[in-house]
């Protein structure tokens, strides 16, 4: 893209200020704003004018398979799981696009050392996680990782620094995810410099997207993978690839599984499966009615009892149908840094304007039929979102030490 073909476009939208500070750029500076301006997709931007709207229909329980029946059926899945991984046909994909604002390091959030006698690294807990399964079934597991354009290559050369913990280098493919340009509240596109529009990830739900158009949808064919494990970077006892998991899902028919944990408290402050107009979804715990929170099942248990934890198993055969272009778009207030009038860089303290991102609850909707599987929380629950308090590096210490992880 030349400058001409740029200043029609960004005029056709009404963004000309990007270019304000063009000529006083130097020639790589001016190449690089010119690509970012061709491979951004400003159509987000019309999401602000009121035509998508996040009005949800209507919600229904939807029964989560519990612990008991697991373990009755433990053997018949943990058997069908470690064939299905030994036949090659499960991947994972670490979602560590996040910008992990809430812990504040000055890094990625995999590279974050959670360690008190000795270093142990976010990402390192989760490879030792997955390590045990390749171990338990003999197999390596295709591992993809996807970062984001700001942490990209400090989460490769550090998996390359650590020898990636031991796992198989050829084993794992990095991605980076697709970026979305953030806006003030009036739709105007911040600058985070002179040459670069102000950018985010996409969103959680971003990575099936993000996949295809870094070409890996190739790899899933070519490897024969039918099914992938997506999980959170920040869940440092969760589970990888596991068998029962992977096993009840795959028997129960599903397009996706979803491992749940039974909430806490009826107000906890997390996502809760069940149906919406009949289909799967996720109900987020500020849209719970007191009535949905009161609700009982046939059993007389709370109906809307089990949290997701960021981690599914996701059928590739139905991806198709969560095609970028059939997922909506969320605008989010956030704070989002800038270059002001003059020129200089601002950390804004309170949110100045809107990003855009896409959810995972949207690709749960898309789907026609999706398996809430229980886990014990204890066992297999500890995000770390903050530095102290709720979902800390605290409380995640103390539950790696309670379940034998040497930190
Ligand atoms: P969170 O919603 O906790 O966001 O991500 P975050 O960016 O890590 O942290 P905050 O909110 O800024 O403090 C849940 C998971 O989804 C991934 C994160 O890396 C984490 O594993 N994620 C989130 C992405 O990969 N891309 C995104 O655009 C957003």
């Known amino acids: 893209m030349n400058k001409s073909e740029a200043i029609k476009l960004l005029s056709s939208i009404g963004q000309e200020h990007v270019l304000k500070y063009y000529d006083e750029l130097s020639e790589e500076s001016r190449d690089s704003l010119l690509s970012q301006i061709e491979e951004t997709d400003f159509s987000v931007l019309s999401r602000l004018?009121?035509?998508h709207s996040d009005v949800r229909g209507e919600f229904s329980p939807l029964a989560a398979m519990q612990i008991s029946e697991i373990e009755k059926r433990r053997e018949e899945f943990y058997k069908a799981g470690i064939e299905t991984i030994r036949q090659g046909k499960t991947a994972a994909l670490l979602l560590a696009g996040g910008m992990g604002t809430r812990l504040g390091a000055d890094c990625?959030?995999?590279v974050f050392n959670i360690g008190v006698t000795k270093p142990l690294y976010i990402f390192e807990c989760l490879i030792n996680n997955l390590l045990s399964v390749v171990k338990e079934t003999d197999t390596w597991i295709r591992l993809f990782v996807m970062t984001s354009e700001k942490n990209h290559n400090a989460t490769v050369s550090f998996f390359k620094e650590k020898n990636f913990f031991g796992y198989r280098e050829d084993k794992v493919v990095f991605f980076k995810q697709?970026?979305?340009p953030?806006?003030?509240f009036n739709g105007k596109l911040y600058m985070e410099a002179k040459d670069r529009i102000s950018t985010s990830p996409n969103g959680n739900a971003g990575w099936y997207s993000s996949m295809v158009r870094a070409g890996?949808?190739?790899i899933l064919e070519d490897e024969g993978i039918e099914w992938i494990n997506i999980f959170a970077v920040d869940n440092v006892l969760q589970r990888i690839c596991d068998p029962c998991f992977i096993g009840a899902t795959v028997l129960a028919d599903v397009s996706v599984g979803s491992k749940v944990v039974r909430k806490a408290a009826p107000d906890e402050k997390v996502g809760v499966m069940c149906l919406e107009d009949g289909r799967p979804s996720i109900v987020e715990y500020y849209e719970l009615s007191d009535e949905m929170m009161n609700a009982k099942d046939a059993n007389g248990d709370p109906a809307y009892?089990?949290?997701v934890i960021l981690n599914y198993l996701f059928k590739v055969s139905e991806l198709e149908s969560v095609a970028d272009d059939k997922m909506p778009m969320h605008v989010v207030k956030k704070k989002i840094p800038y270059i002001n009038e003059n020129g200089d860089p601002v950390e804004p303290e309170e949110p100045n304007g809107f990003k855009f991102e896409q959810l995972?609850?949207?690709?749960?909707?898309q789907l026609s039929s999706c398996l809430p599987y229980e886990v014990i929380r204890e066992n297999e629950f500890a995000p770390i979102k903050n530095l102290t308090g709720v979902d800390s590096v605290d409380t995640a210490r103390e539950l790696l030490k309670k379940n034998g992880v040497e930190i």
């Open 49 to 51: 004018n009121g035509t």
């Open 216 to 218: 890996l949808d190739k």
């Open 182 to 184: 953030a806006c003030d």
């Open 305 to 307: 009892n089990y949290g």
């Open 178 to 180: 697709n970026m979305a």
């Open 360 to 365: 995972v609850l949207d690709m749960i909707r």
């Open 108 to 110: 990625p959030k995999g």
